[in-house]
């Protein structure tokens, strides 16, 4: 009986803990409540069901499908893959982006509804990785898109890609990952980066002729 | 009183129909040898699409993708849940919910065609092409049902299914019950009659252009279809029940059968898919009524 | 573009209109695109618009050395990496003259087929998802990972591997490998009658793949189409067969051919395929030498001159003829090397014929049975 | 045929031709850039109806460019590399698309990369590059890493926003 009890008590504090313990990450004062409250119990679902896009930007989505099935299967965590940027949370950047795809990815990524986030996969979208001196390549993608994470690799192995999954949670948990806020309130340095290269009329060495 | 009711039943229908894709997901996965997500899982998505901003291109596209909800719902008023149910004069009057359900895919066609993503419109005309297709060896296999129970009510129906596992239609009526299932097929737009989404032809098809709260309404829209479609054809031919649980219990079992063909069949193309329904239910369909009237 | 605009402007904008399958496509593998003009669901005119992998590698690789460049060409192809490797690796060998030893040529031969079953299971997977039947997607890419596995513990890697090297192969097969080879073929091959049962004596699958888009030998020629989708035609030809390379010309095998050449003969010569890998597997093993070097002795990688010479080099891929035709002016860095992917023609010129008159629904299904693979012809 | 049987029949055809024999398989057929139809024509005749690659070489030193035409046989197990050399400042060639279809899309490919007009091909548009201005990047006086450093990397200095 008394065991029991002490049991049923001791089961109820570590309720109580981490139930505070939750309410602390989420709300810190009254006027957050008031302000910001609602957003972070969203968050919270926001979190537990992404939708990514089904668009395979490059060589990194060749590890997506393994992610997907049986042997990784992220719908665990609320993660699948959707048809249409109308309807998906997340974009993978999956590797290198050349022009004409940093050209779609732009216009799916605009297409998109708020909020949403972008995952860069391996070094490519870094710094241009292995295609640094490409003529087609993209060098970083952070000019052109705000990143709200990279995920290490060539390519990132699947247990990668959920470990990245697993931190943008966390990161949208704290409300720390809004690269889509930065994209709407720096509109226009994104803009003139992303006409600066799509955009161009002049050549850019003086040989340049077209033939 | 009755609003207050008639809420109920609409919340019902949404929640016990988002409990079911969950289950039905986790069923799947395990079909597909993975493990696969919580059973809440679609109440979280649920939440998270409402809390999305969303895009119309179009007032109608607001208006059809509403009425595609409302539509569902109000078909839901007239469906005896187990014991409970809303009019006392129309208790489950099935002419009358085959009616009030095509408003629904008939707001949704309207809704999706104001997108004017030429994907979604060709995932409205095959939904609406097939539906030609599953309507009516389901009308006839009504029609053969209304004329032994010489009444159009659900609840007269279920009534004189009672006395046990052998006075179900099911049992009765066994070719009449194989069309309806696959006519429940193709309602529920699960796997050999899923043209209309088919994400590989024409991603995703009407709800290409839904996001955010279009979406969630798209959902929640699927979720009252399953349950009024599973609910219709259990209280069809499984004898329906007075016990809520059970109930559902029968429109899980329905549900599932449905999930388990989903599983290993591929697709149709739509105009195959119609000629098969107007060649196989069609014929079980009339032959069971030939053998009703007989 | 403009022209297709004002091609569109003329015509009645509710009958005909302009379909963008792909980039971001769910029945689209790759990132590529097909502008399609549909006039109700019937595709009255294709304009493939590749480019959007396009890293320029024949560039690239003439600004790195002749071992760098081992790290950068297995992205050519993404879904059956090692080909590159091979291809590139037997360029550099036949301009050198040498040859390499025999137990090499064997391990060689193991890990091409491990691709090329890896490959294929990806097929299978297209087929599935493009139907619809996504179980048969979840159980083959489950089903691949057990060899990605082998390939991680053999050369470290899951998808890139970079282990054929020019000279040979990178290290000796670790222990205990070979075993674990065998069971997981032994488990595959075992798998193969569920998906027999799943896939292709599916009757709503057979019932769509029959009469897809069928190929005539003639057209299969002319359009350079190789590798399964030729011999889907009827025409008995096999590179491995042909011109050999690696252990092929010792093992003993059967090309197996269709008649058909339409989607169901297609998908079928691959399924007969797979299980020509399996043997060629398991012969590989048995014949493969115990002992020996894996890999001559090559130069500094520094200051590794090729002598001058041009050569191309074709494999048998999964897709069909993969090849390179590498010129070297006897420089550390290679002068030109031009990539022939193996569904450059599939997916570029024949769709631009074989898409017309088709409908929408069979675009992605008449990919899977092709095996068109965006990257290979980006490059 | 073998290789022997079919070189010498080139030689007798064509005397002009210069043959390189690779390996067993496989030889290089050197011709003028006139005679590459009537050869290429001649091959097809006995055979070559496979047209596996169609690509160029840009030799800057000599002020050429070679284009290579790969064709191969399904009965003689023989791969040709047709070859032909043209004038680097005024690249021209006749196109063959009358022979390969096929050619259509693979000279669009080359003019693309190296800027060599193919006479009679009228489907030379942009195909793989996205507005592209400067000089054709496969030629070898372009700089890659001149070009993307000067366009991808321009904004290292800004990028801490």
């Given at each position: 009986m008394v065991l029991e009890m002490a049991h049923g008590t001791f089961a109820c504090a570590t309720f109580n803990?981490?139930?505070?313990?939750?309410?602390?990450?989420?709300?810190?004062?009254?006027?957050?409540?008031?302000?910001?409250?609602?957003?972070?119990?969203?968050?919270?679902?926001?979190?537990?069901?992404?939708?990514?896009?089904?668009?395979?930007?490059?060589?990194?989505?060749?590890?997506?499908?393994?992610?997907?099935?049986?042997?990784w299967d992220m719908e665990r965590f609320g993660i699948g893959p959707m048809a249409t940027p109308r309807q998906a949370d997340l974009l993978l950047v999956t590797g290198y982006l050349s022009i004409k795809s940093l050209k779609r990815v732009i216009y799916t990524y605009e297409q998109m509804q708020d909020p949403k986030w972008l995952i860069a996969f391996g070094s490519c979208p870094l710094n241009g990785g292995i295609y640094y001196d490409s003529y087609t390549v993209i060098n970083?993608?952070?000019?052109?898109?705000?990143?709200?994470?990279?995920?290490?690799?060539?390519?990132?192995?699947p247990e990668a890609v959920i470990n990245g999954f697993n931190t943008l949670m966390k990161g949208i948990e704290k409300g720390t990952a809004v690269g889509y806020k930065k994209y709407k309130e720096n509109y226009e340095w994104y803009k003139k980066n992303q006409d600066a290269i799509l955009n161009r009329t002049k050549p850019v060495f003086d040989s340049g002729v077209k033939s | 009183m009755i609003v207050l009711k008639y809420i109920a039943f609409a919340l019902t229908s949404i929640?016990?129909?988002?409990?079911?894709?969950?289950?039905?997901?986790?069923?799947?996965?395990?079909?597909?040898?993975?493990?696969?997500?919580?059973?809440?899982?679609?109440?979280?998505?649920?939440?998270?699409?409402?809390?999305?901003?969303?895009?119309?291109?179009?007032?109608?596209?607001?208006?059809?993708?509403?009425?595609?909800?409302?539509?569902?719902?109000?078909?839901?008023?007239?469906?005896?849940?187990?014991?409970?149910?809303?009019?006392?004069?129309?208790?489950?009057?099935?002419?009358?919910?085959?009616?009030?359900?095509?408003?629904?895919?008939?707001?949704?066609?309207?809704?999706?065609?104001?997108?004017?993503?030429?994907?979604?419109?060709?995932?409205?005309?095959?939904?609406?092409?097939?539906?030609?297709?599953?309507?009516?060896?389901?009308?006839?296999?009504?029609?053969?049902?209304?004329?032994?129970?010489?009444s159009s009510l659900l609840s007269v129906m279920?009534?004189?299914?009672?006395?046990?596992?052998?006075?179900?239609?099911?049992?009765?009526?066994?070719?009449?019950?194989?069309?309806?299932?696959?006519?429940?097929?193709?309602?529920?737009?699960?796997?050999?009659?899923?043209?209309m989404i088919a994400p590989s032809e024409i991603a995703s098809g009407p709800m290409v252009e839904l996001s955010g709260k279009m979406m969630g309404l798209g959902f929640l829209q699927h979720a009252a279809q399953i349950f009024l479609e599973t609910a219709i054809i259990t209280s069809l031919f499984l004898g329906g029940s007075s016990n809520v649980w059970i109930f559902f219990l029968k429109m899980f079992v329905l549900y599932l059968v449905s999930l388990s063909i989903n599983a290993v069949s591929a697709r149709f193309k739509f105009e195959n898919a119609v000629k098969w329904f107007w060649k196989w239910p069609m014929a079980l369909s009339l032959a069971q009524l030939l053998i009703v009237i007989l | 573009m403009n022209e297709l605009l004002t091609f569109l402007g003329?015509?009645?904008?509710?009958?005909?209109?302009?379909?963008?399958?792909?980039?971001?496509?769910?029945?689209?593998?790759?990132?590529?695109?097909?502008?399609?003009?549909?006039?109700?669901?019937?595709?009255?005119?294709?304009?493939?618009?590749?480019?959007?992998?396009?890293?320029?590698?024949?560039?690239?690789?003439?600004?790195?050395?002749?071992?760098?460049n081992i790290s950068l060409i297995p992205r050519i192809c993404v879904p059956e990496p090692d080909i590159n490797e091979l291809v590139y690796s037997r360029?550099?060998?036949?301009?050198?003259?040498?040859?390499?030893?025999?137990?090499?040529?064997?391990?060689?031969?193991?890990?091409?087929?491990?691709?090329?079953?890896?490959?294929?299971?990806?097929?299978?997977?297209?087929?599935?998802?493009?139907?619809?039947?996504?179980?048969?997607?979840?159980?083959?890419?489950?089903?691949?990972?057990?060899?990605?596995?082998?390939?991680?513990?053999?050369?470290?890697?899951?998808?890139?591997?970079?282990?054929?090297?020019?000279?040979?192969?990178?290290?000796?097969?670790?222990?205990?490998?070979?075993?674990?080879?065998?069971?997981?073929?032994?488990?595959?091959?075992?798998?193969?009658?569920?998906?027999?049962?799943?896939?292709?004596?599916?009757?709503?699958?057979?019932?769509?793949?029959?009469?897809?888009?069928?190929?005539?030998?003639?057209?299969?020629?002319?359009?350079?189409?190789?590798?399964?989708?030729?011999?889907?035609?009827?025409?008995?030809?096999?590179?491995?067969?042909?011109?050999?390379?690696?252990?092929?010309?010792?093992?003993?095998?059967?090309?197996?051919?269709?008649?058909?050449?339409?989607?169901?003969?297609?998908?079928?010569?691959?399924?007969?395929?797979?299980?020509?890998?399996?043997?060629?597997?398991?012969?590989a093993i048995k014949k493969m030498p115990k002992k020996g070097k894996v890999r001559l002795d090559m130069p500094n990688p520094l200051k590794f001159r090729v002598p001058k010479g041009e050569v191309y080099v074709k494999v048998e891929s999964a897709r069909g003829e993969h090849g390179y035709y590498i010129v070297s002016d006897g420089d550390t860095k290679p002068f030109r090397m031009a990539v022939r992917g193996g569904s450059y023609t599939a997916g570029l010129v024949y769709a631009r014929k074989a898409l017309v008159g088709m409908r929408i629904e069979d675009v992605a299904l008449w990919m899977a049975t092709m095996d068109v693979c965006a990257p290979d012809f980006d490059r | 045929m073998t290789q022997k049987e079919i070189s010498e029949k080139i030689k007798e055809n064509f005397p002009n031709a210069e043959i390189k024999i690779i390996d067993k398989k496989?030889?290089?057929?050197?011709?003028?850039?006139?005679?590459?139809?009537?050869?290429?024509?001649?091959?097809?005749?006995?055979?070559?109806?496979?047209?596996?690659?169609?690509?160029?070489?840009?030799?800057?030193?000599?002020?050429?460019?070679?284009?290579?035409?790969?064709?191969?046989?399904?009965?003689?197990?023989?791969?040709?590399?047709?070859?032909?050399?043209?004038?680097?400042?005024?690249?021209?060639?006749?196109?063959?698309?009358?022979?390969?279809?096929?050619?259509?899309?693979?000279?669009?490919?080359?003019?693309?990369?190296?800027?060599?007009?193919?006479?009679?091909?009228?489907?030379?548009?942009?195909?793989?590059?996205?507005?592209?201005?400067?000089?054709?990047?496969?030629?070898?006086?372009?700089?890659s890493l001149a070009y993307s450093n000067e366009v991808y990397g321009k904004f290292k200095e800004e990028r801490d926003k």
């Open positions: 803990r981490d139930f505070i313990r939750g309410v602390d990450m989420l709300i810190t004062s009254r006027n957050d409540l008031r302000d910001n409250g609602w957003e972070r119990i969203l968050n919270y679902f926001r979190k537990k069901s992404m939708w990514m896009l089904h668009y395979c930007t490059g060589c990194g989505a060749m590890e997506l499908p393994p992610t997907m099935t049986s042997r970083r993608l952070a000019l052109y898109l705000p990143i709200d994470l990279s995920i290490e690799g060539c390519m990132p192995r | 929640i016990v129909g988002l409990l079911f894709m969950g289950l039905g997901r986790k069923y799947s996965a395990r079909i597909h040898r993975r493990y696969g997500p919580p059973f809440w899982q679609s109440y979280l998505d649920v939440i998270k699409l409402f809390s999305k901003t969303s895009i119309s291109h179009h007032w109608v596209m607001d208006f059809g993708i509403m009425m595609g909800l409302a539509g569902i719902l109000a078909t839901i008023a007239f469906l005896p849940i187990g014991p409970f149910h809303l009019f006392n004069s129309m208790n489950g009057n099935i002419i009358i919910m085959l009616y009030f359900m095509t408003i629904g895919y008939l707001g949704m066609a309207m809704g999706v065609s104001a997108s004017g993503n030429p994907n979604s419109a060709i995932g409205i005309a095959r939904a609406l092409t097939l539906m030609l297709g599953y309507e009516i060896p389901f009308v006839i296999v009504v029609i053969s049902l209304i004329f032994i129970n010489k279920v009534a004189n299914q009672a006395g046990g596992f052998l006075h179900w239609n099911m049992i009765r009526y066994p070719l009449g019950f194989i069309a309806a299932e696959m006519a429940l097929q193709g309602m529920l737009g699960e796997k050999p009659f899923d043209a | 003329e015509e009645d904008r509710y009958k005909k209109y302009e379909l963008f399958f792909g980039p971001n496509h769910p029945g689209m593998n790759g990132n590529f695109s097909y502008i399609i003009t549909v006039e109700g669901h019937t595709i009255k005119r294709v304009d493939p618009d590749p480019g959007q992998l396009h890293r320029g590698f024949e560039k690239l690789v003439e600004h790195r050395l002749w071992m760098q360029c550099i060998e036949k301009l050198m003259g040498v040859e390499i030893p025999d137990r090499a040529k064997y391990i060689r031969t193991i890990v091409l087929e491990m691709a090329r079953i890896s490959a294929f299971l990806l097929g299978f997977s297209a087929i599935g998802g493009s139907t619809g039947l996504y179980t048969a997607s979840h159980w083959t890419i489950g089903d691949r990972d057990y060899l990605l596995d082998l390939f991680e513990w053999l050369t470290g890697a899951r998808v890139y591997h970079m282990y054929i090297i020019p000279g040979g192969v990178r290290r000796d097969l670790p222990e205990g490998w070979i075993e674990k080879l065998e069971e997981t073929v032994d488990y595959i091959e075992k798998r193969l009658s569920e998906y027999d049962r799943l896939i292709y004596n599916n009757p709503v699958i057979v019932q769509r793949l029959k009469g897809l888009a069928p190929i005539t030998q003639e057209d299969a020629v002319k359009y350079g189409i190789t590798g399964p989708n030729l011999r889907a035609t009827g025409i008995k030809y096999d590179t491995r067969k042909a011109v050999p390379y690696a252990a092929y010309e010792y093992l003993d095998f059967d090309i197996p051919v269709q008649s058909d050449g339409d989607g169901l003969a297609r998908a079928i010569q691959r399924r007969e395929e797979f299980e020509i890998s399996i043997s060629l597997i398991r012969q | 496989q030889f290089s057929v050197l011709v003028d850039k006139e005679q590459i139809i009537p050869v290429l024509a001649f091959l097809q005749n006995i055979d070559f109806k496979e047209l596996a690659i169609l690509t160029a070489v840009d030799w800057i030193d000599e002020n050429q460019f070679e284009i290579v035409y790969n064709v191969f046989s399904y009965s003689h197990y023989q791969q040709i590399l047709v070859k032909a050399r043209i004038d680097r400042n005024n690249p021209k060639i006749q196109s063959v698309i009358n022979l390969w279809d096929i050619a259509k899309t693979y000279e669009r490919d080359v003019h693309e990369f190296f800027g060599i007009e193919f006479i009679g091909n009228d489907e030379l548009k942009p195909f793989f590059l996205h507005n592209w201005l400067d000089l054709p990047p496969m030629r070898k006086d372009f700089d």
